[in-house]
C-alpha cells in the first residue's frame, strides 16, 4: 500500500483566497484525521471521521474551516477565506483500531 | 484533553537512556507513541492497550499504567537515530476514539 496520500505538498496563497487540501486514506482503514502542525501550538486535532461520518469537529477553529469524506478513500479540508494564521503544516491520518498512519503533510502558507 | 509529556527536551550521548513520561487527566483505553523527524510525518511506534501491558521491541520500550493514567516510553543505549520529537497519543477512553497528542519532547542524541 502506499500509505496515506496528501495533496498538494505545499501551497502557497493569498489571504482571502479558498484553499483545499485533499487526503487519500490507506485503503481498509475505517477512521481518518486531519490536523493541524505549529510550533506554537504543536499537533492539534481539527476533525475526525470514523466509517466516513463526522465524529468530532471540534477542534475546528472556525467557520472558515470544512471538512468533508464523500467515501472511505477521499477526504478534503477546505479553509474560506483563507488568513495568514492559517499558515501550518496539514496532517491526513488513517487508522483501523489501532495505530494511526500520517501522510506527508500538505505545508500551506498564507501571504 | 490534551496529555502533558515531560520533559520537554532531553539531550543525550550515545549509549545514554532515557525516559519520556506521558499522563491524562482522563480514562484511557490506549497510549500511543510516535516519533517526528524534523520535516517530516509523525511515525508510529507503538500503542498500549489498558492492561499495564510493556511492549518494546529493541531498545525502546513502553509502559501503560492506565490507574494513574500514565505511559512512559523508555530508550536504553540511545543511538543517533533516535533524534527527534516523540509524541504520545490518548484516546476519548474509547477504542476508536479521537486521538490527542501531547506537546511533545524534543530528543536530541549526541556522538
Known amino acids: 500500500d502506499a500509505g496515506v496520500i496528501q495533496s498538494p505538498r505545499h501551497e502557497v496563497t493569498e489571504m482571502g483566497q479558498e484553499v483545499t487540501l485533499r487526503c487519500k486514506p490507506i485503503s481498509g482503514h475505517n477512521s481518518l484525521f486531519w490536523y493541524r502542525q505549529t510550533m506554537m501550538r504543536g499537533l492539534e486535532l481539527l476533525i475526525y471521521?470514523?466509517?466516513?461520518?463526522?465524529?468530532?469537529d471540534s477542534g475546528m477553529p472556525e467557520d472558515r474551516f470544512s471538512a468533508k469524506m464523500p467515501n472511505a478513500s477521499f477526504s478534503t479540508l477546505k479553509i474560506q477565506p483563507s488568513e495568514p494564521r492559517d499558515s501550518a503544516v496539514y496532517f491526513c491520518?488513517?487508522?483501523?483500531?489501532?495505530?494511526?498512519?500520517f501522510g506527508q503533510g500538505t505545508r500551506l502558507t498564507v501571504v | 484533553q490534551q496529555p502533558v509529556q515531560s520533559p520537554q527536551a532531553v539531550i543525550l550521548r550515545e549509549g545514554e537512556d532515557a525516559v519520556i513520561n506521558c499522563s491524562s487527566s482522563?480514562?484511557?483505553?490506549?497510549v500511543h507513541w510516535y516519533r517526528q523527524k524534523h520535516g517530516e510525518a509523525p511515525v508510529f511506534l507503538m500503542i498500549l492497550l489498558k492492561g499495564g501491558e510493556q511492549k518494546g521491541h529493541e531498545k525502546i520500550s513502553a509502559s501503560f499504567n492506565e490507574k494513574k493514567q500514565q505511559s512512559s516510553l523508555y530508550l536504553t543505549a540511545s543511538q543517533l537515530s533516535y533524534s527527534g520529537t516523540y509524541f504520545c497519543?490518548?484516546?476519548?477512553?474509547?477504542?476508536?476514539?479521537?486521538?490527542?497528542f501531547g506537546q511533545g519532547t524534543i530528543l536530541t542524541v549526541h556522538p
Open positions: 482522563k480514562a484511557l483505553y490506549s
Open positions: 471521521f470514523n466509517n466516513n461520518v463526522p465524529i468530532d
Open positions: 491520518a488513517s487508522s483501523l483500531a489501532s495505530a494511526a498512519f
Open positions: 497519543g490518548t484516546d476519548g477512553g474509547t477504542s476508536y476514539g479521537k486521538l490527542t
